[in-house]
């Protein structure tokens, strides 16, 4: 009862004008910087850091929360419209949302996108009222070989990304892994795979390999298909604009388990919403009534991912505001704020500036109702895009591309690597070759490669230590549990095929 007392207390310090229109500003500019691939909450936050200064600690933290989630909702629109993916958390939107955009339903995936995304908002913002000391709890138990055996448990999910060939999903994260070996090793510093050019030290930036694999790919395929002059089907009445009765009821699962998962993971620091979208997909394409169309549009493939990536704000706020650890570049840059302005995030911050962080969560729900209202109403417009000639929609397509790779660091390298990307995933198209394995294991490797090193050290070079904790030993169990059953489940898929064709 005390936290609904709190809540109360920090909805009326949230509703004030002033705080009202820095929600409103927040959102609206984190909605454009989803938007927009290569930009990110994380730097977008840093550049207005020096800005927000000037407003009350309040004020600054109420309008970067809004930011942070509302660009969690933007980033939704490139993913199923144009097929690019503005960050690593929405790659697994775009493998359900642009096959339902190229079947004339990007209004309802965009709606769905929103709808979900609203739900599962307001449920991680209520998990962070109601369980954050308790969830904090579990959460700083949390070292690197439990965080091991949740990235063994993401891996997982390639299977279930394979596509028709097992095989072939599984050298495409072969390729991945070794991809994401480029650059510094973690743990000793050594140059790994650069070839003297210190450019890739730092390794390759996400964005450059999403980008390059699936947006700018799909625009090649397509335009190599002679005879086709029209891609999409551009819905023309309202009401096919909006999910359907149908499509929510397909969605039921997703927005239930996607809350959950998303919030979970998301009070784990380091996890983000990468994992979390990454879980939510593989959970829900294993469990939902439609799992055939999933990666053919499935409106649950929509609605899961969705839903884990804006839960997983709410998540992100426990290690912030309880231990004072950030969970993401995002609430690191927030942490930063609390810090200049003399606050010190632990467990004494809820006692001593209770007023501040009420405030903060109250405004949460705020921005999640401004950001439903926000891009709903945005759906029919965000959808008659794709009503645009494909001789003007691919190369609008390529400019955004090419802007959002240069705004990385404004360096011509970037754009060589680019292109090399453009190259490889034209081939693996033309092979048949599933990308989303690659991208998968491209960005888990890393995080998997760190957490192993690290248990490692922590234990001397005893790998025993793995399965010696008891929530490590659980994950890799289900790591393993999830493999098998995958492996098991798709050989009695493709033996039904069989079976179906020779009747």
Known sequence: MDSIQHLIGGLGTALTLQNLFLVIVGVTVGTLVGVLPGLGPSATLALLLPITMGFPPEGTLIMMAG???????GGSTTAILLNIPGEAA??????DGYALAKQGRAG??????????????????????LFAPVVAGLAIKFGPPEMFGLMMFGLTTIILLAGESVLKGLLAAALGLLLSTIGSDVVSGQARFVF?????????????????????????????????????????????????????????????????????????????????????????????PNKDKFGKGAIDGVAAPEGANNSETGGAMVPLLTLGIPGSASTAIMLAALILYGF???????????????????????????????NLPLVPLFASILKLPYVYLYPLILVISLIGVYALSFSEYDLIIFLAFIVLGYLLRLGDVPIAPLVLAFVLGPMAERSLSQSLVISNG??????????????????????????????????????????
Not at 90 to 95: A, K
Request: one cysteine or more.
């Open 344 to 374: 010190q995030p632990g467990p004494q911050l809820f006692a001593e500036q209770s007023d501040l962080v009420w405030a903060l969560i109250a405004s949460m729900f705020v921005g999640n109702v401004i950001c439903v209202i926000l």
């Open 196 to 288: 003297g050019q210190i450019e890739l030290l730092d390794g390759i930036d996400f964005i450059i390999v999403a980008v390059a694999l699936f947006a700018v790919t799909e625009v090649l395929a397509n335009v190599g298909r002679p005879g086709e002059s029209e891609i999409f089907t551009a819905p023309t009445k309202f009401r096919e604009m909006l999910p359907s009765r149908q499509d929510m009821k397909d969605s039921r699962f997703a927005f239930g388990q996607s809350s959950v998962i998303g919030f979970f993971v998301g009070c784990l620091p380091g996890a983000g919403s990468t994992i979390a979208s990454f879980i939510s997909y593989g959970v829900q394409k294993k469990f939902s």
């Open 462 to 503: 005893n790998p025993l230590i793995l399965i010696e904790r008891p929530i490590a030993a659980v994950l890799l169990t289900l790591a393993v549990a999830l493999f098998i059953a995958s492996v098991v489940g798709r050989g009695d898929h493709v033996r039904k095929k069989v079976l179906e064709e020779e009747l």
């Open 67 to 73: 930011l942070y989630y509302g660009a969690k909702y």
């Open 108 to 129: 309802p995936a965009l709606g769905i996108a929103a709808i979900s995304s609203f739900i599962a908002g307001i449920v991680g913002v209520i998990g962070l009222t």
């Open 90 to 95: 929405s790659v697994m939107t775009t493998l």
